[in-house]
């Protein structure tokens, strides 16, 4: 009986979700830690982001001058982003978008 | 008479997580209860030996879902004290903040399923929305929604300034009103959740004391037992003190929870009111060395790690003893004895957390 208030009130109220995917969700508050970027001009390759990864979704290849990123073993916690010596890391508000297939990505590094 | 052997969980609707029972019964009366489990063992003490002790605050934060942020926080403490290092004042507001919001969410969560056990869904449906707002926060002060990787040795990574601790008290004072106009008045006076939870799975003091209950479970008993009197990080100056019913039956259990939910509320305003300026992180060099345990109080109740160091970048050991494993011989004295029909809700009133507990 005492849940009656409540249960008239949201009788006539708005749906508390939200229809996602068909509508967007909500925008996230600043500061949420979301996907990592890479700026390949202000990398130089020194590999102190895979060694701090706790989730090793990162790789550094040398010899091709390359940062492979896999945003599905991401756990975001943007310890990369905080230790990355030259800053090229940095971190989106947005989540990944859901995927079919489990990729990670390759961006080459200038020389 | 003969006894029938019935089988409770591990997949069971009241059950979140996979804890198996093998209830004995004569007619409808619980006589035996087997508690199994095993079914979610990750092997995390393991993974801690092979990760760096830095990289370990990810891993011990993804122990549980729901009180992430106190095992990094029991952690972070406990590789602190072995390497020497002072955290500064404002970073033990913060935690305390940050641990009486994991709080807040652990409890809600729970008083849901409750009420889901119970069959009333419109509570549980009423709770959980109030519970988006404490969600919300975490994402507003950490960066995450539940799992807030904001811990580090040495302090934390996210400061809260003045402006967002004015909308966090908003959004607190939201989130009481919340509570206080629908869930509350049904948990504390509907006569359907009194009739299903007062006099059931009833714990004695001694039983409590004797089986080393922990948490709401013991402090529903009349066990005055919390590891925030201990004072660790700013439980001194916010002023705690441990809530405790005598009854000892579920509905106790429920009512330190309930209780508890609005004295970690004030606890968090007081927590943002009393924060000192200053540093949030410290520098730390060097690699943990000996051996220390170290203690903090969780929504189930107290958690313990066990951390040796050996002055490499790794953990010689560390052993991890969660609330729910020292509940689960209370919770096989409480059973036996009862309908078989009240045994969702008396498992479900120790809190067990069946991921915490394997580890």
Redesign the interface.
Known sequence: ???L???VKNLFSRP?TRRYPFKDIRE??P???GKIYLDPNKCDLCGDCAR?C??NALEISLENRQWKYDPFKC?????CV?TCPPQALSQDKYYTKPAAAKEAETISVPV | MARTVIPFGPQHPVLPEPIHLKLELEDEKVVGVMPIIGYVYRGIEKAAEL?TF??N???VDRICGICSFIHCQTYCQGVEALMGVEVPPRTRFLRTFWAELSRTHSHLLWLGLLADALGFE??FM?IW?AR?IVQ?LS??TT??RV?Q?SNVVGGV??NIDKEMAQEVHKRIVALKEMID??AA??LL??ATIKRRAVGKGVLSKEQAELLGAVGPTARGSGVAIDVRQTGYAAYKEVGFEPIVETAGDSYARTLVRVKELYRSLAMMQEALALMPEGEILVRVDGYPQGETVSRCEQPRGEVFYYLRGNGTDHLERLKIRTPTFANIPALLAILPGCEMADVPVITLSIDPCVGCSER
């Open positions: 009986m005492r849940m208030p409540t249960i508390a996230p508050f500061g949420y830690r701090v706790p989730a756990i975001y916690c943007g310890t905080e | 990760n830095r990289q605050t990810n891993l419109s509570v009423q929305r988006e919300d994402e507003m960066g995450h799992i990787a990574r996210r106009n629908s008045p049904a006076h509907d």
